[in-house]
């Protein structure tokens, strides 16, 4: 018999690392001992509830242990676990609730009123609800209640690394929003490329700013410190002083985040007097870091670790270690070690010549099984070889490292050159006063298309469309210089935070 699914993990490090810490959480320091115990006492009161193996246990609520407790403990009966986004709205959590068939929810008590609402509409009854505030629930039952009234449980379901393990949604910038189903094969790899390629020990002290609803905290952080003993520092939210405050006071050895979060931390009043003088490690995803935040971190003797993911590969596909970072500028990394990349052209052959753009596909244990209830869509996502077709659009140099160009979807197409919008954020990013960017292509009677910027300003900050232009012409081509801006408050953004740049579109164009 091969190997057991997540569900065994912390019952085998309740062993292996008997007395360390493996969660501290406010003013809480749980070991893997004792969660362990909570994790085996909440499956048996799930089970009690009537979760069987292959049903979907859903969870709606920030950062805090019950978030890991239910994972775990879903997985120990070989049930399906179904993070939600707490930004979501709620017809938006009834239909993913329904989509996906989900028959529990456990939610905070802080969004019991989306959970109630969105969990009457699906007809997923039974809610539990984790860390209540003083009060009643009606019809929910209380989640310490049923821990403490549980016994651990006898015996839990052995689930092969090929079976379903999670449901992560992806962000549905286009049409409704498509499940993607993550096997136990799939989580465990991606947790081993990333103990290798970020060098994760038992002795990382992981903060997680992040929200684990999002493959990247959970995927790129969580489970990784979990697998190999490793201590999580769970901050509920982020908060850029909080955090900062957190790596002193807590003595954090790991982070990652988005560009932005890094961001907002630099330029917290509290950024000057802080030591972080105890990380280690940064990893940030999502968009490359503007130079002056790297400048900033680096004021303080720090580097980061960058790479490129997406939900359908648990997420990552490619790592770039800090180390190799300034050897490789602006390329997202090397393949994760058991994983591969490959580069598609636009005439439909395999790539073969460093610097040729084309389709990234990738194959690889972690690798997701498909879209839940969407057989064709599972279908048109892969190569007739088996490769995951993901839809960005990158470049490899001499030595296998990849660039990231754009989406694909989101190429501009002018006068017959194409125009990668995320290489002229880039450009415009690095502008003083800047906070935000997105550039999308908008018609135009010459050219087809051109491209247009709208932009975020730091408050009391000015910036003319004379302006940008000229501080562009240094940098860019002048076909990718857009000669029309917008500055806006705010982005349009989806659930998970990215910028709608469909929305953007219909406006501007």
């Not at 893997?32 to 193996?53: C, H, Q, T």
């Not at 456990?106 to 699906?122: I, K, P």
């Not at 009606?138 to 839990?156: M, Q």
């Amino acid at each position: 018999m091969g190997p057991d699914g997540i569900g065994g993990w912390i019952r085998r490090r309740a062993v292996k690392s008997r007395g360390r810490t493996a969660i501290v959480y406010r003013d809480r320091e749980i070991t893997y001992e004792e969660l362990a115990d909570r994790i085996d006492r909440l499956a048996s009161a799930l089970r009690e509830r009537g979760v069987e193996p292959g049903e979907r246990v859903a969870y709606l609520g920030n950062n805090h242990p019950s978030f890991v407790e239910t994972m775990f403990a879903t997985a120990r009966l070989g049930a399906i676990f179904l993070p939600l986004n707490t930004r979501l709205s709620i017809p938006e959590l009834e239909f993913q609730l329904a989509d996906s068939g989900a028959t529990l929810l456990v939610s905070d008590a802080s969004l019991e009123v989306q959970a109630c609402g969105a969990a009457a509409g699906a007809g997923c009854a039974r809610i539990v609800i984790a860390d209540p505030d003083p009060g009643p629930h009606p019809g929910a039952a209380d989640y310490e209640t049923l821990i403490a009234g549980a016994p651990p449980l006898d015996a839990s379901a052995r689930t092969g690394l090929d079976e379903a393990a999670m449901i992560l949604y992806t962000s549905g910038t286009t049409g409704r929003p498509k499940g993607a189903i993550l096997s136990h094969g799939n989580l465990t790899w991606n947790a081993i490329n990333a103990i290798v390629d970020y060098d994760v020990t038992s002795r990382t002290r992981q903060l997680l700013i992040s929200p684990l609803f999002h493959v990247a905290s959970l995927g790129m952080g969580l489970l990784p410190a979990f697998l190999k003993g490793a201590t999580v520092l769970l901050q509920e939210r982020f908060v850029p002083g909080e955090s900062l405050a957190a790596i002193e006071r807590l003595g954090a050895t790991a982070i990652s985040g988005v560009p932005t979060t890094y961001q907002l931390m630099m330029e917290d009043p509290a950024w000057p007097a802080t030591d972080i003088s105890s990380l280690e490690s940064m990893t940030c995803g999502g968009s490359p870091v503007p130079q002056k935040v790297v400048d900033a971190y680096a004021e303080r003797g720090l580097a980061f670790s960058g790479g490129y993911g997406m939900t359908e590969t648990s997420p990552g596909v490619v790592a770039m270690p800090a180390w190799h970072a300034g050897d490789h500028p602006g390329a997202a990394g090397l393949a994760h070690f058991f994983s591969d990349y490959r580069i598609r052209g636009t005439d439909g052959d395999l790539v073969a010549t460093a610097g040729e753009r084309g389709e990234i596909e990738v194959s690889g244990p972690n690798v997701f099984l498909g879209y839940w209830g969407r057989d064709e869509a599972t279908r048109e996502a892969f190569t007739d070889d088996g490769w995951l077709r993901t839809g960005d659009v990158g470049m490899s140099d001499e030595d296998g490292f990849l660039t990231i160009a754009d989406r694909l979807k989101d190429m501009i197409i002018s006068g017959g050159e194409n125009i990668y919008p995320a290489e002229v954020e880039h450009a415009i990013a690095a502008i003083d006063g800047v906070t935000g960017v997105a550039v999308i292509g908008v018609p135009d009677a010459r050219w087809g298309e051109v491209p247009y910027a709208v932009v975020t300003l730091a408050p009391g900050r000015e910036l003319t469309t004379e302006e940008l232009v000229a501080t562009l012409r240094e940098r860019l081509a002048g076909y990718k210089i857009p000669r029309r801006m917008s500055v806006v408050e705010e982005f349009p953004r989806t659930a998970s935070g990215k910028v709608r740049k469909a929305a953007l579109r219909e406006r501007y164009a």
